[in-house]
């Protein structure tokens, strides 16, 4: 069955709602993504006091999920509906990095790197 071809609108793609979803909850994610990239090694380093080999461990730590679970995800999720996954994915992630980062936020804490 042969879909009609798409009318061009003259608003562009900022009238469709759908899209807007999808840019704005991409653009929330790739923020959050952009600031837990800087701002974990600079929490471990100013407010802990890690050492270079902890930051050497952070940072395989951060790198390890892509590795070991990342290609194999990939193939698996093709087959799968791509909406669903980027909401679950997304709410995952901030499950996971929201309590660790908000904990750290209270300059009162004398917390350490072992902590």
């Known amino acids: 069955m042969l879909h009609p071809p798409l009318q061009w609108r003259p608003g562009g793609l900022r009238h469709h709602a759908d899209f807007l979803k ?7 994610s790739a923020l959050g993504s952009q600031i837990t990239f800087l701002a974990l090694p600079l929490t471990a380093v100013l407010v802990l006091g890690a050492e270079p080999a902890e930051m050497g461990l952070l940072e395989a730590a951060q790198a390890a ?36 980062t908000g904990g750290l936020a209270h300059p009162d804490d004398h917390r350490t790197a072992g902590h």
């Open 22 to 28: 999808l840019w704005t909850g991409a653009t929330v």
């Open 65 to 100: 999920p892509f590795l070991l679970i990342g290609l194999f995800a990939g193939v698996w999720v093709d087959r799968l509906h791509r909406r669903p996954i980027l909401m679950y994915a997304d709410l995952g992630r901030a499950a996971l990095v929201g309590p660790r």
